[in-house]
T-cell receptor, first 111, second 114 residues
Framework: DTAVSQTPKYLVTQMGNDKSIKCEQN?????MYWYKQDSKKFLKIMFS???????INETVPNRFSPKSPDKAHLNLHINSLELGDSAVYFC??????????FGSGTRLTVV | GENVEQHPSTLSVQEGDSAVIKCTYS??????FPWYKQELGKRPQLIID?????GEKKDQRIAVTLNKTAKHFSLHITETQPEDSAVYFC?????????????FGTGTRLTIIP
């Protein structure tokens, strides 16, 4: 039973399109995150939600909009996709005092 | 904000030898320091972590040391095996409630030579 699951695993799309990535965790954690991993493997936080409330919003273009319908779900919608958005996007969750549990990642390729 | 530097960026070690990866952090308020292992095409996975009230922690062949004064922490892997080959990330955060933002180092690609 997967603890943090993301869909889709792969996403290939054209520039200018709008796409969404979904994330669900069954660990009962209060906090969920989106991280972006670029081609050099650098992991950078984008957003964090605690109990459906946005608590971290790093310097991310407003084309990226997270949505958390409940504390077990955190989705990421991206408008007007650009070539530079190509990366692996990881969802993660944590509870205070624990490390992160990451999802398996979504490899986004914008062509 | 927090800044975490990690060295080296690549490390090759003969099987059976030890590997050491070092990180420094900038925010003296940071009090939680996890290490993640990421195999090719896989998710990062937590392998060990340490909190600021502890100087060293061991788990079988893996150990982490922390020097809060110097703002420095290290990962030590002994008796390395081929399956230890991966990218390793250090990270730091202030373990404040509901805001456990991890700042990651830039990663170390460890290759174990058989």
């Amino acid at each position: 039973d997967t603890a943090v699951s993301q869909t889709p695993k792969y996403l290939v799309t054209q520039m200018g399109n709008d796409k969404s990535i979904k994330c669900e965790q069954n660990l009962g954690h209060d906090t969920m995150y989106w991280y972006k991993q670029d081609s050099k493997k650098f992991l950078k936080i984008m957003f964090s939600y605690n109990n459906k409330e946005l608590i971290i919003n790093e310097t991310v273009p407003n084309r990226f909009s997270p949505k958390s319908p409940d504390k077990a779900h955190l989705n990421l919608h991206i408008n007007s996709l650009e070539l530079g958005d190509s990366a692996v996007y990881f969802c993660a969750s944590s509870q205070r005092g624990t490390g992160y549990t990451f999802g398996s990642g979504t490899r986004l390729t914008v062509v | 904000g927090e800044n975490v530097e990690q060295h080296p960026s690549t490390l090759s070690v003969q099987e059976g030898d030890s590997a050491v990866i070092k990180c420094t952090y900038s925010d003296s308020a940071s009090n939680y320091f996890p290490w993640y292992k990421q195999e090719l095409g896989k998710r990062p996975q937590l392998i060990i972590d340490i909190r600021s009230n502890v100087g060293e922690k061991k788990d079988q062949r893996i150990a982490v040391t922390l020097n809060k004064t110097a703002k420095h922490f290290s990962l030590h892997i002994t008796e390395t095996q081929p399956e230890d080959s991966a990218v390793y990330f250090c990270a730091a955060s202030t373990d404040s409630f509901g805001n456990e933002k991890l700042t990651f180092g830039t990663g170390t690609r460890l290759t174990i030579i058989p």
